[in-house]
Antibody, heavy 119, light 108 residues
């Protein structure tokens, strides 16, 4: 069964940085586009960033462009999200998700890690 | 920015049919996908490419897409279907994934 386990969340002050990780197993990580999606408490889903299988194509939501950096290590079956210049509005549960083969939707999701930005 | 509008809530009696709409001019000829999210859990894909179901999703869940509106239909609704439901599209021109505003389904 596909497994995605996020880690690295926590409490950080505004302006601070945090690095999220997603450990993948039970599927061929290196062939799939991977994504980060977030959800603030009581709010809807918001796509954050995507990275293609070989890191050739990288996309960001306008709300995080220039502050967040997505990366992956196919040798370690791991996905990362470096978050800098964090703001209160970045507070959310961050999910790691696998794209479909068409890369048009998210076929599997992790359980998420909570990021809280507060002084 | 792109918007996909869903009704905030839908209430349905047990055994009846729930229909959740997703509207927006970005839908057009794009595929629409649907996710179910129960409280405290991660989202789960229930319909992809307008009307296909992943393995393990009951046939009670179906989808359709016409014009600028997509619809998720849940037949023979039970208590286990109470959840938030989100539609989603990939906007290739903007290289963005867009989620709908979400609909809370309540079983009366």
């Amino acid at each position: 069964e596909v497994q995605l386990v996020e880690s690295g969340g926590g409490l950080v002050k505004p302006g601070g940085s945090l690095r999220l990780s997603c450990a993948a197993s039970e599927f061929t990580f290196s062939v799939y586009t991977m994504n980060w999606v977030r959800q603030a408490a009581g709010k809807g889903l918001e796509w954050v960033s995507s990275i293609s299988s070989s890191s050739t194509y990288i996309y960001y939501a306008d709300s995080v462009k220039g502050r967040f950096t997505i990366s992956r290590d196919n040798a370690k079956n791991s996905l990362y999200l470096q978050m800098n210049s964090l703001r209160a509005e970045d507070t959310a549960v961050y999910y790691c998700a696998i794209s479909s083969s068409s890369a048009e939707y998210f076929q599997h999701w992790g359980q998420g890690t909570l990021v809280t930005v507060s002084s | 920015s792109h918007v996909l509008t869903q009704p905030p809530s839908v209430s349905v009696a047990p055994g009846q049919t729930a229909r959740i709409t997703c509207g927006g001019n970005i839908i057009g000829s794009k595929f629409v996908h649907w996710y179910q999210q129960k409280p405290g859990q991660a989202p789960v894909l229930v319909v992809y490419d307008d009307s296909d179901r992943p393995s393990g999703i009951p046939e009670r869940f179906s989808g359709s897409n016409s014009g600028n509106t997509a619809t998720l239909t849940i037949r023979r609704v039970g208590a286990g279907d109470e959840a938030d439901y989100y539609c989603q599209v990939w906007v290739s021109g903007s290289d963005q994934y867009v989620f709908g505003t979400g609909t809370k389904v309540t079983v009366l």
